[in-house]
């Protein structure tokens, strides 16, 4: 009898677990909900998109490192702080991001933010740069010998 009870309630309340509040699956769309609130002029909205780019970053997204890095370097949402900056861009790099390789080889070029000079440094930058390039990115990756210090 305590059978044929259970069976169908079983069936009413499966033996599962809640469901989870929803998953951010679509990084892009989160990197977008952040930089819109990096657009505001309004500080608190800036550091709450610089708060969810770090997040992302943190957990290994490429693109939300490059741009954290931007972020350090010019104090968007957050106090300029050009090691940290470098800090990003070389996870970014590591990741494959042309754009960091290419301005880790500025660096190391020119000397920015108190880095030595380092030619061979720089150009195994540019190097790396280049293999990581879309066709599209090597016309300014090969521009990289005529940039300034990154800012």
């Not at 550091?47 to 957990?59: D, P, S, V, W, Y």
């Not at 030595?116 to 879309?134: C, P, Q, T, W």
């Not at 300014?140 to 800012?151: D, L």
Request: aromatic share 6%; charged share 30%.
């Amino acid at each position: 009898m305590l059978r044929k009870i259970i069976v169908p309630c079983l069936l009413l309340f499966p033996l599962t677990a809640p469901a989870a509040a929803p998953i951010e699956v679509n990084a892009k769309a989160a990197l977008a909900r952040a930089e819109a609130f990096l657009s505001s002029t309004s500080p608190e909205e800036q550091k709450r998109g610089f708060r969810t780019l770090k997040e992302k970053a943190e957990g290994g997204s490429e693109p939300a490192q490059l741009r954290l890095a931007e972020l350090y370097h010019r104090g968007i949402g957050v106090k300029k702080d050009p090691g940290a900056a470098w800090s990003w861009y070389e996870k970014a790099g590591a990741q494959g991001s042309a754009e960091a390789l290419r301005r880790l080889s500025i660096r190391y070029r020119l000397g920015c933010d108190g880095a030595a000079k380092d030619l061979e440094k720089s150009e195994n930058y540019l190097k790396s740069a280049r293999a990581y390039a879309s066709k599209e990115e090597v016309a300014v990756i090969e521009e990289a010998g005529k940039a300034p210090c990154p800012n």
